[in-house]
């Protein structure tokens, strides 16, 4: 398959590993910050092709897994609501709220649906202009520029039965909130490259600078994280802390400067919970007030007052301290007993992106720790 098997090839792969294990003198541990890389590293079994001294943990790189139990449980309340069609991304309607999921709100005569983009969504709501679409729009900076766009359509075209109730958030902040922690283990990032592509890389020169951490921008083929892997422990060797950039073929330093704008015109930074790990400062994004007409959390403020969130975990889960690298999947005393695919205490066992699925279903294939 061109433009992918050409990043899967296994003999260059071995070689890459080998020059990695070669440039291995001392312990290191990283962190990829994106689920995609994640599930790229255990479908591959690329871990196991690295040496023992080199570790690598998973970061909180799912939108998915880090939006919060209170906020799941809001939006189960507006998919409750009879005159309200609910519109998600399909990876969210399994994720478990404090009282159920937004499955068993459509299982109980919600309308709950699932869309592929937020043009979707707008469909909908001019095909039911007498009924209320809500949107979950949740998302790193990958896809908040297509729900600014959407909100600006909305806008501009008269739609006023449309809004979202949004859970975005940013990955610096969060990788910031890592090395902060004086728990942190992380000695160097591998960048998601999809996120860069929108935002370039600009904004983890001062972070690289400023905790001394070299953090490399990688793709999501094998040979993108070997090579990323790669440049990383090549700096940490040496005792560079710089940003660099593999992802060359989607990645620019600015990014997509037309994707930041419009995302400039339609959100603002905010605080922003996230889900095991808590309120991060400047981590989120809200819609700013010239559009807060389409804000749900604004336009559905008395029935969300009314949704009797207790935004509560189940105590068994661990999620957190996997989104944060503090342990792996199967070190949770849940995974793959109490908590499966099937039944999920927490979101990295059912989203796609998840740690916790990643290793469930590939467990064969997972390095085991020494």
């Keep these: 398959m061109k433009y992918v098997d050409e990043y899967r090839d296994r003999t260059l792969a071995t070689r890459l590993a080998e020059r990695i294990t070669h440039t291995v003198h001392r312990p290191w541990t990283i962190m990829e910050v994106c689920g995609g890389q994640t599930h790229a590293i255990v479908r591959f079994g690329l871990d196991a092709l690295l040496p023992t001294s080199l570790t690598v943990v998973h970061g909180p790189g799912c939108p998915v897994c880090v939006t919060p139990v209170g906020l799941i449980d809001q939006a189960l309340q507006l998919a409750s609501l009879p005159h309200v069609i609910f519109c998600s991304f399909g990876d969210m309607l399994r994720v478990p709220g404090s009282r159920g999921d937004l499955f068993g709100v459509k299982a109980a005569g919600g309308d709950v649906r699932i869309v592929y983009s937020p043009l979707d969504a707008m469909t909908l709501a001019r095909a039911n202009p007498a009924r209320e679409v809500v949107c979950f729009a949740v998302g790193f900076e990958t896809t908040a520029p297509a729900w600014a766009m959407a909100v600006i359509q909305a806008k501009e075209s008269g739609l006023t039965n449309f809004s979202l109730l949004v859970a975005h958030v940013l990955v610096p902040p969060a990788m910031e909130a890592i090395l902060s922690s004086p728990q942190n283990r992380v000695q160097g990032f591998l960048a998601a490259g999809h996120v860069c ?45 710089e940003v660099e950039n593999q992802y060359v073929r989607s990645v620019r330093r600015e990014g997509n400067r037309q994707a930041r704008a419009v995302v400039e015109e339609v959100f603002e930074p905010a605080p922003r919970t996230w889900r095991g790990i808590g309120e991060i400062a400047r981590s989120g994004l809200q819609l700013r007030p010239a559009y807060a007409a389409y804000d749900a959390a604004v336009r559905f403020r008395e029935a969300l007052s009314q949704a009797g969130s207790v935004g509560v975990e189940d105590p068994d889960c661990r999620s957190g301290l996997v989104l944060q690298g503090l342990i792996k999947p199967p070190d949770c005393p849940a995974f793959a007993t109490r908590c499966t695919p099937e039944q999920p205490l927490g979101a990295p066992m059912v989203s796609s992106e998840g740690a916790c699925a990643a290793y469930y279903r590939y467990r064969s294939h997972v390095k085991r720790e020494t």
């Design 197 to 241: 592509t929108v935002v370039g890389y600009e904004d983890y020169e001062a972070l690289a600078a400023r905790y001394r951490v070299p953090i490399v921008v990688a793709g999501f083929e094998p040979l993108d994280i070997l090579e990323g892997i790669g440049l990383l422990v090549t700096q940490l060797e040496e005792g560079r802390a």
